[in-house]
T-cell receptor, first 110, second 114 residues
Framework: GENVEQHPSTLSVQEGDSAVIKCTYSDSASNYFPWYKQELGKRPQLIIDIRSNVGEKKDQRIAVTLNKTAKHFSLHITETQPEDSAVYFCAAYNNNDMRFGAGTRLTVKP | EAQVTQNPRYLITVTGKKLTVTCSQNMNHEYMSWYRQDPGLGLRQIYY???????DKGDVPEGYKVSRKEKRNFPLILESPSPNQTSLYFC?????????????FGPGTRLTVL
């Protein structure tokens, strides 16, 4: 089955800096790659997603890039703010099977 | 308000005592799923359902059962809970039958098995 690895496990940045979280996947048939944000004590919520026919997608300060050949995708957050502090999960989906990475705890210091 | 609800939110029980965690969604979603979240392991899928009466195993189904008798409800059943099932459980739903689109998560159920 699919295996998703996520790095780093923790990330600390200064407010205003950029943050990058990387994920790799093993199943070349995976075709949908969402990113979820989970604030402390809350449920995961989708922040951005990308499908395998697209290389990059942007939504304001958040962007996701996908490299199908290398089987990796990344989340980019620019101009980070303290409210971006949370745990971020990547996931890879194929044929009813959604596999999540282990998560990255992002801390944005004011 | 469109939402996924779970009950109970917190549960402490003992080994072997059957329990059910309910999940309900009011968005007319086809796909529903259960995950467990453990530190350092992310979210792991337990079971999913593509439609009424259609369920299938996820990544970690051992020790769990589900049913989908109605579109809106997808209960998770632990027939004989064990301490290794102590975890945070999330139900999720999505519009299509495949699960390959936005998943909306419930608030979570924190289960402790003594």
């Amino acid at each position: 089955g699919e295996n998703v690895e996520q790095h780093p496990s923790t990330l600390s940045v200064q407010e205003g800096d950029s943050a990058v979280i990387k994920c790799t996947y093993s199943d070349s048939a995976s075709n949908y790659f969402p990113w979820y944000k989970q604030e402390l004590g809350k449920r995961p919520q989708l922040i951005i997603d990308i499908r395998s026919n697209v290389g990059e997608k942007k939504d304001q300060r958040i962007a996701v890039t996908l490299n199908k050949t290398a089987k990796h995708f990344s989340l980019h957050i620019t101009e980070t703010q303290p409210e971006d502090s949370a745990v971020y999960f990547c996931a890879a989906y194929n044929n009813n099977d959604m596999r999540f990475g282990a998560g990255t705890r992002l801390t944005v210091k004011p | 308000e469109a939402q996924v609800t779970q009950n109970p939110r917190y549960l402490i029980t003992v080994t072997g005592k059957k329990l059910t965690v309910t999940c309900s969604q009011n968005m007319n979603h086809e796909y529903m799923s259960w995950y467990r979240q453990d530190p350092g392991l992310g979210l792991r899928q337990i079971y999913y359902s593509m439609n009424v009466e259609v369920t299938d195993k996820g990544d970690v189904p051992e020790g769990y059962k589900v049913s989908r008798k109605e579109k809106r409800n997808f209960p998770l059943i632990l027939e004989s809970p064990s301490p290794n099932q102590t975890s945070l459980y999330f139900c999720a739903s999505s519009l299509g039958t495949s699960g390959g689109d936005t998943q909306y998560f419930g608030p979570g159920t924190r289960l402790t098995v003594l």
